[in-house]
């Protein structure tokens, strides 16, 4: 099989033509390639795809976490597509449609030295109903939510952009022993399709500093979903305003919330490490 890998400041994934390699067991595929130590090394696979007839899109995408359950979305697996798909003459447009499990999300390809440079995705309007996003509890929207995990009470908001987020606003985000409470957050039972959790710290009304544990991958350098979530979260708790910088541990995002259509809009960049070959 032939892969590409990306990174989409440091949320790394194998990328693999679907039109040109087959892929019969993707969830396995994804556990291999992204084993660091015996396989490619990655938080996940992406396979980029032709589109659903009638979808009007230009691609589609599947993303596999590195424990090889598929996920709705990726904000930084979408950059990457749309960087791969120009980069390598796939396509000639500057504006794509992507069609993904979350729905179709529109890319703006901003370039440099006629490669693409950075992406800003439309990732669409936050779902904040609990039932859709989902999380087991009876109200309109969960906001400052009171949680307790291995004897602590935090507050969390809950926040949907295509896949399940419990955003927790905190102090000392970066001596948490994220490792210990990620996963108990993840699969708490409030969470019936387990979580990815945020531990967010506001600098100031504009900038946000945030560590991430991705639901199936663990703690991940960057979440572009996980991004956006928390900058809506950030709005919801009137703690920041609707354009932020989200710093991350692999690099910065700018997250616009617009209140003219609701949507959230996520620009980054996307790089290209090194491409190869592996037996599946």
Known sequence: MKFTKMHGISNDYVYVNGKTERVDHPDEV????????????SDGLVLILPPTEGSGCDFRMRMFNADGTEAEMC?????CVGKYVYDKGLTAKTNLLLETKSGVKGLTLHLKDRAVDSVTVDMGEPILTPALIPVNLPMDKVVAQPIVVFGKQYQFT??????????????????LPIAKVGPAFELHPLFPQRTNTEFAQV??????????????????MACGTGACATAVAAVLNGLCQREVQLQLLGGDLQIEWRESNN?????GGATTVFEGEIKI
Do not use: C, Q
């Open 203 to 220: 600098l100031d009304p504009r900038t946000i500093h945030m560590r991430v544990w991705e639901r199936g991958a663990g703690e991940t």
């Open 30 to 41: 994804a556990v291999k390639v992204s084993n660091r130590h015996t396989g490619v090394g």
């Open 158 to 175: 809950a926040v949907s952009m295509g896949n399940p987020h419990a955003v927790i606003f905190m102090e000392g985000v970066d001596a």
């Open 263 to 267: 949507h959230v809009y996520m620009t």
């Open 75 to 79: 904000g930084n697996a979408s950059r």
